[in-house]
């Protein structure tokens, strides 16, 4: 399966959970099956997992504020579209009921529920919370806006969460995130190819 994802563009959101570390490891793997991964991290990721790991692993810098500007007023880049208009599929993992919730009602308080919001491409969330976020009614009624938009989902699980309960609400696994990445971004070539760039 190595090299499976040459040529395409993902762009990974990092949000605030525990589950984190998980996406460290789903980075890893779509570098191994060829992809190119630039990563978006909030403010509340970097409690769990660190921008220089994203960063060892991605090969890329990592993006965490939405106005880091160029040093020059000329050289400015809109990150939020810039980031997108390449990527060929936008992974929100883990997607925390907040950053659920920001999509769902189009709020856009930073670099991540912008980008968001001014998404070129699909996205596919691997929602990641305490059992009884996930059941709450704003939640689920969340779920079914984005659903209702396009919006892919992958998971939760049952299992052990963080919280020491067992229920509902644990993110994917790296390898089941990775099978539907795959499945989603070989419906079509590409963006890089299709617009003949090397």
Not at 29 to 49: C, I, K, P, Y
Not at 161 to 186: H, T, V, Y
């Amino acid at each position: 399966m190595t090299g499976e994802l040459k040529h395409y563009e993902v762009l990974l959101v990092v949000t605030g959970g525990i589950a984190a570390y998980k996406t460290a490891m789903l980075c890893s793997q779509l570098r191994q099956q060829g992809a190119g991964v630039t990563v978006v991290m909030t403010e509340n990721a970097e409690h769990f997992v660190g921008r220089t790991t994203f960063c060892s692993l991605s090969g890329r810098k990592v993006y965490t504020d939405l106005f880091s500007l160029s040093h020059s007023r000329e050289q400015y880049d809109a990150k939020h579209l810039s980031l997108t208009g390449r990527a060929d599929l936008i992974v929100v993992a883990p997607a925390t009921a907040n950053i659920m919730a920001k999509t769902a009602c189009g709020i856009c308080d930073d670099l991540a529920s912008t980008l968001l919001c001014g998404a070129d491409s699909e996205i596919l969330m691997a929602p990641a919370m305490n059992e009884r976020m996930w059941q709450n009614p704003a939640t689920q009624r969340n779920i079914e806006i984005l659903q209702e938009r396009g919006i892919h989902l992958v998971g939760p699980g049952e299992g052990h969460l963080a919280d020491g309960a067992e229920g509902i609400g644990r993110m994917s696994e790296p390898e089941e995130i990775l099978k539907r990445i795959c499945a989603l971004l070989q419906q079509k070539p590409p963006k890089r190819a299709a617009s003949g760039e090397k």
